[in-house]
């Protein structure tokens, strides 16, 4: 057995629905699993063994927690790399903390992307103010300007026609260092989620078309059509650079736009990802079991789709109105992520439905 034994600690940091789906995972192959969140309150620590509470940037009660863990990851992108970094030196993280800092900003993304051989969207840093429209003037006025840092959800971003009012835009997106992106013209977005082991194996699950509204996931759907299938194995050829190059270990996301001239990089997830919800009940194994036994070196599952038609809808908001539809379907699988205050444009949960032809 070369992996790690069963009743070790893996610890997350984060305490959201990534991380207790991870948990439950985890807990399923036989791992403890131990929190670390900022939030007394977290829906993560539930379902959890152990749980610290602390900032990301307390690195003291940071180590303490680390001491505790055979393996340590994280479910979202704002983990403090400098953090990461000092953890990184005394114990194991994966994937490594390279991966999460060139994902947290927009610009070395993208970067990144083309140096692995990428077509993204032309684009411009944006450093302040006076950037916007010189910017314009480069790309054109039909653009998306984006918070280099901390936007998800398509939060710190702003829309760019001939009509935008730029201090408005610049405001939206926090005043702080951004990028405008020229306006892709594509018919479809969707996801290539893979897994990548210790000795550099990879492992895809099939690609989903992926629907937003409010720049939030709405629905991620399979079989995601024609001109998707079409563009699939450019797409994993790129993502697999990308896990290569970074020596990345776990699940990677990363998402594209399917065009009339192939696929377009849009932006990269160093974790498991909304996108691959479906894959609980809709293969035989999911992303989150795949996540866990990558990072603790057991061998991968098999990513074979069980049904037909699949269709994943995040349960975004007041969700309360759909129950009785949801419930009342033997096709549907519910997930309610137990979150205590229903938020308007808030995730609630998900639910997955399988058609079998």
Known sequence: MNFLKPSSVIGILGGGQLAKMMSMAASNLGYKVHIYAPEKDNIASEVSARFTQGSYDDLETLMTFASDCNVITYEFENVPVDTLKKIEKKYVLRPNSQALEIAQSRLAEKKYAEKC????????????????????????ADAIMKSDRLGYDGKGQARIDETTNLSGAWMAVGQRD???????????????????????N??????????????ILKQASLPAGPLIASQR??????????ADELDYIGVL???????????????????VHNSGHWTIEATVTSQFENHIRAITGMPLG???????????????????????????????????YGKDKIIEGRKMGHVTRLYFD
Do not use: C
């Open 253 to 271: 996301t990363v998402e594209f736009f399917a065009t009339t001239n192939g696929p377009v990089f849009n932006e990269m997830a160093p974790r």
């Open 302 to 336: 098999s990513t074979e789709t069980l049904a037909d038609r699949i269709e994943m809808e995040n349960l975004i908001g007041d969700y309360t109105d759909q129950l009785d539809n949801i419930l009342s379907d033997n096709n549907k699988h519910l997930h309610l």
């Open 233 to 242: 194995s450019e797409a994993r050829k790129l993502a697999s650079r990308i």
């Open 178 to 200: 951004a990028i405008l992106e020229e306006y892709v013209d594509f018919e479809a977005e969707f996801s290539v989620i893979l897994t990548r082991t210790f000795e550099g």
């Open 117 to 140: 051989g990428a077509i993204t969207a032309r684009y411009v840093p944006i450093l302040n103010r006076e950037d916007i429209e010189a910017s314009i003037a480069k790309l054109g």
């Open 202 to 215: 990879i492992i895809f699950w099939d690609s989903s078309k992926n629907i937003h509204q409010h720049g």
